[in-house]
């Protein structure tokens, strides 16, 4: 089993709407999550980076975390353009390693 | 300064060559990695150095070979490649590693391998 599993994409939306990515994860000792953002050709940049149960919000970007379900998602308001991109999940091993998913590709179209 | 910086941007190099990629950081961080990147994959580590110790080896052929000559940079020796090799490969820092293990990418190196 794979300790995180990402939903597929590619995700198509129009410019103004709510986004909604999504993954879970194989082991509660789990504690630490993030995500990130890959343009084409460029490195992974962190975007959000958490630790606990609930939500944590920075701009129009909130990241979600259920331990109880062991689901975490990354919510995006108001899409721009800008935001097309693939977004990476990410859980910190108990080894002290960070294990991605397989990302998911969104575009936004004006 | 935030940049983890990699050169060179694109290599092409035949399976008998002998290349490096280099790595560089300003940021004071401790801890850097080397990530193989194929297409639409997520990044899959290979080595991990912490306080300029090398920390994890991702049981990586030998034909890759990393060094860290000081806590600012990092070099990937390549020699012998196969063309399955071929991939973008990700430098990153983090400022300790372990539970505190946010990453800073650099760009990469997008490698051909004929």
């Known amino acids: 089993q794979k300790e995180v599993e990402q939903d597929p994409g590619p995700l198509s939306v129009p410019e103004g709407a709510i986004v909604s990515l999504n993954c879970t994860y194989s082991?509660?000792?789990?504690?630490?999550f993030m995500w990130y953002r890959q343009y084409s050709r460029k490195g992974p940049e962190l975007l959000m980076y958490?630790?606990?149960?609930g939500n944590k919000e920075d701009g129009r970007f909130t990241a979600q975390v259920d331990k109880s379900s062991k689901y975490i998602s990354l919510f995006i308001r108001d899409s721009q353009p800008s935001d097309s991109a693939t977004y990476l999940c990410?859980?910190?091993?108990?080894?002290?390693?960070?294990?991605f998913g397989d990302g998911t590709t969104l575009t936004v179209k004006p | 300064d935030t940049e983890v910086t990699q050169t060179p941007k694109h290599l092409v190099m035949g399976m008998t060559n002998k290349k490096s990629l280099k790595c560089e950081q300003h940021m004071g961080h401790r801890a850097m990695y080397w990530y193989k990147q194929k297409a639409k994959k997520p990044p899959e580590l290979m080595f991990v150095?912490?306080?300029?110790?090398?920390?994890i080896n991702e049981s990586v052929p030998s034909r890759f070979s990393p060094e860290c000559p000081n806590s600012s940079l990092l070099n990937l020796h390549l020699h012998a490649l196969q063309p399955e090799d071929s991939a973008l490969y990700l430098c990153?820092?983090?400022?300790?590693?372990?539970?505190?293990?946010?990453?800073?990418f650099g760009s990469g190196t997008q490698l051909s391998v004929l």
């Open positions: 990410a859980i910190l091993t108990n080894a002290g390693k960070s294990t």
């Open positions: 082991n509660s000792a789990f504690q630490y």
């Open positions: 958490t630790y606990s149960s």
């Open positions: 150095y912490s306080y300029e110790k090398l920390s």
């Open positions: 990153a820092s983090s400022q300790e590693g372990g539970t505190n293990e946010k990453l800073f």
